[in-house]
């Protein structure tokens, strides 16, 4: 059965390093979503990609995030400097979101999630 | 923007038995997924159910779009089912959004 692949599970890190994860999304799957969830929390977005361009990055924190996806499969996530607020875990998710002719018709599916990676920063 | 919540936040049950989890949302939705987070951080698909009822062996689901609820359903609760449940909507008006809820965090005992 085909899964979304992150990497690394977990990464413990000091404060003002930074810090980068890796995703591969479900072959074919030309939406990508990069979650993070604070303890007790349900994830929120932070970036959503449709093939190569960002469709919503309205929630990173652009001051310290960013984010990629340049062949339109894999995709990198970093963090730059990392901060003590930023321990959490990210998780990436993605879909296969049809459009029809001029993006006026769009067809959704359901998210699948990877297994996460868990960031410590101390 | 939409708002997402579940009850009850916490549950506690001995192995054998059922249960009914639930999800309000405050405003229209295109779609809706139930997950079940495991102790190790990953979400498991439930189910996708933007509306009706299914069903995947012990587990089942109803969606009834139009009053803005969901509710999932364990029958013969295991030990394996501990964890958190989410349920995520995707509202109307911001398609492709998943918002997930507060979650339930059920443990079963033997």
């Known amino acids: 059965e085909a899964e979304v692949a992150q990497s690394p599970r977990y990464k413990i890190t000091e404060k003002s390093q930074a810090v980068a994860f890796w995703c591969d999304p479900i072959s074919g799957h030309a939406t990508l979503y990069w979650y993070r969830q604070i303890l007790g929390q349900g994830p929120e977005l932070l970036v959503q990609f449709q093939d190569e361009s960002v469709v919503d990055d309205s929630q990173l924190p652009k001051d310290r995030f960013s984010a990629e996806r340049l062949k339109g499969v894999d995709s990198t996530l970093k963090i730059q400097p990392a901060e003590l607020g930023d321990s959490a875990m990210y998780l990436c998710?993605?879909?296969?979101?049809?459009f029809g002719l001029g993006a006026l018709e769009r067809y959704t599916y359901e998210q699948y999630f990877g297994p996460g990676t868990r960031l410590t920063v101390t | 923007g939409i708002q997402v919540e579940q009850s009850p936040p916490d549950l506690i049950l001995q192995e054998g038995a059922n249960s009914t989890l639930r999800c309000n949302f405050s405003d229209s939705v295109n779609n809706l997924q139930w997950f079940h987070q495991n102790p190790w951080g990953q979400l498991i698909n439930l189910f996708y159910?933007?509306?009706g009822t299914k069903q995947n062996g012990r587990l089942s689901a109803t969606t009834v779009a139009t009053e803005r609820y969901s509710l999932l359903y364990i029958s013969s609760s295991q030990t394996t089912d501990s964890g958190v449940y989410f349920c995520?909507?995707?509202?109307?008006?911001?398609?492709?959004?998943?918002?997930f809820g507060t979650g339930t965090r059920l443990q079963v005992f033997p």
């Open positions: 995520a909507v995707e509202p109307s008006y911001n398609t492709d959004k998943l918002i």
């Open positions: 159910i933007p509306s």
């Open positions: 998710a993605s879909s296969f979101n049809a």
